[in-house]
């Protein structure tokens, strides 16, 4: 005696949708809130040089980029960057006070101003550059480097 046991057809249930949208908008928020964009264009071409004793600067939103190095079209000779525009080291009170009002006043504490230099930028311009910054009272002063 046999006996037959017959298998019931299953079927795959439908995937639930609905949580979906929630999802994407969720990863699509984080994305957003962690994303730095680049406010500036570079406009000066350097080579940043190598340092032993270098560390990371911590909040980005209160450090102010001045960049030196040739301009990026091939023209002229070494030349100072503030913002999106190149400038003359005489520009650069005006540019960091400027900068130092569009700040909260917690970030405006902790101002600091970093110089992305090229690695052959005359001393003399760096020089000059940061008796501007001495003028315009910003004594916070990092310089950026790769470590070796």
Same mark, same amino acid.
């Given at each position: 005696? #046999?006996?037959?046991?017959?298998?019931?057809?299953?079927? !795959?249930?439908e995937? @639930?949708?609905? $949580?979906? &949208?929630?999802? /994407?908008?969720?990863?699509?928020?984080?994305?957003?809130?962690?994303?730095?964009?680049?406010?500036?264009?570079?406009?000066?071409?350097?080579?940043?040089?190598?340092?032993?004793?270098?560390?990371?600067?911590?909040?980005?939103?209160?450090v102010?980029?001045?960049?030196?190095? #040739?301009?990026?079209?091939?023209?002229?000779?070494?030349? !100072?960057?503030?913002? @999106?525009?190149? $400038?003359? &080291?005489?520009? /650069?009170?005006?540019?960091?006070?400027?900068?130092?009002?569009?700040?909260?006043?917690?970030?405006?504490?902790?101002?600091?101003?970093?110089?992305?230099?090229?690695?052959?930028?005359?001393?003399?311009?760096?020089?000059?550059?940061?008796q501007?910054?001495?003028?315009?009272?910003a004594?916070?002063?990092?310089?950026?480097?790769?470590?070796?």
């Amino acid at each position: 005696m #046999r006996h037959h046991i017959r298998r019931r057809e299953h079927e !795959v249930p439908e995937l @639930n949708m609905a $949580a979906l &949208p929630d999802l /994407i908008f969720t990863v699509l928020f984080f994305f957003m809130i962690v994303t730095h964009m680049r406010d500036v264009d570079k406009k000066v071409a350097y080579e940043v040089p190598a340092g032993q004793l270098t560390e990371q600067v911590g909040h980005q939103k209160n450090v102010i980029y001045i960049y030196i190095g #040739r301009p990026t079209d091939g023209s002229g000779d070494y030349c !100072v960057q503030l913002g @999106n525009n190149i $400038a003359t &080291p005489a520009d /650069i009170p005006a540019f960091i006070r400027s900068e130092h009002r569009q700040m909260s006043a917690e970030d405006q504490e902790r101002m600091t101003v970093c110089i992305r230099a090229d690695r052959k930028a005359p001393m003399s311009l760096i020089n000059e550059v940061k008796q501007q910054l001495r003028e315009a009272n910003a004594l916070s002063v990092t310089y950026s480097a790769v470590a070796k």
